[in-house]
């Protein structure tokens, strides 16, 4: 019986750990943000993208007509998501969007 005892065991300890990599993988991903794409399908680019959340900005740049930019995004509290434009004329347009963890 001791050799099966020590066989689980083998087995039990790498199982384990895959099962607790997993968890954290998991978690980690919960906690590392929210991913937020912006896509431009208008016919002119987007200029100076900016992403706003609780206690943090996020600078997307431009964004080409036809192309999309993504960051990961990571509000400290329940949040809106404000995206900030540079229009032609140089005013800033804001859009958002609220944002509930």
């Given at each position: 019986m001791n050799e099966k005892n020590?066989?689980?065991w083998l087995l039990a300890i790498p199982v384990g750990l895959?099962?607790?990599i997993l968890i954290a993988a998991v978690a980690f991903q919960v906690r590392s943000g929210i991913r937020?794409?912006?896509e431009n399908s208008?016919?002119?680019p987007l200029k100076s993208v900016?992403?706003?959340v609780t206690g943090a900005s996020y600078n997307l740049s431009n964004i080409a007509s036809g192309?999309?930019?993504t960051a990961r995004v990571t509000p400290t509290s329940e949040s809106?998501?404000?995206i900030e434009i540079t229009d032609d004329?140089?005013?800033?347009v804001t859009l958002w969007m609220q944002l509930v963890l």
């Amino acid at each position: 019986m001791n050799e099966k005892n020590n066989r689980w065991w083998l087995l039990a300890i790498p199982v384990g750990l895959v099962v607790a990599i997993l968890i954290a993988a998991v978690a980690f991903q919960v906690r590392s943000g929210i991913r937020v794409t912006v896509e431009n399908s208008g016919t002119t680019p987007l200029k100076s993208v900016v992403l706003h959340v609780t206690g943090a900005s996020y600078n997307l740049s431009n964004i080409a007509s036809g192309a999309s930019a993504t960051a990961r995004v990571t509000p400290t509290s329940e949040s809106l998501l404000e995206i900030e434009i540079t229009d032609d004329d140089g005013k800033f347009v804001t859009l958002w969007m609220q944002l509930v963890l």
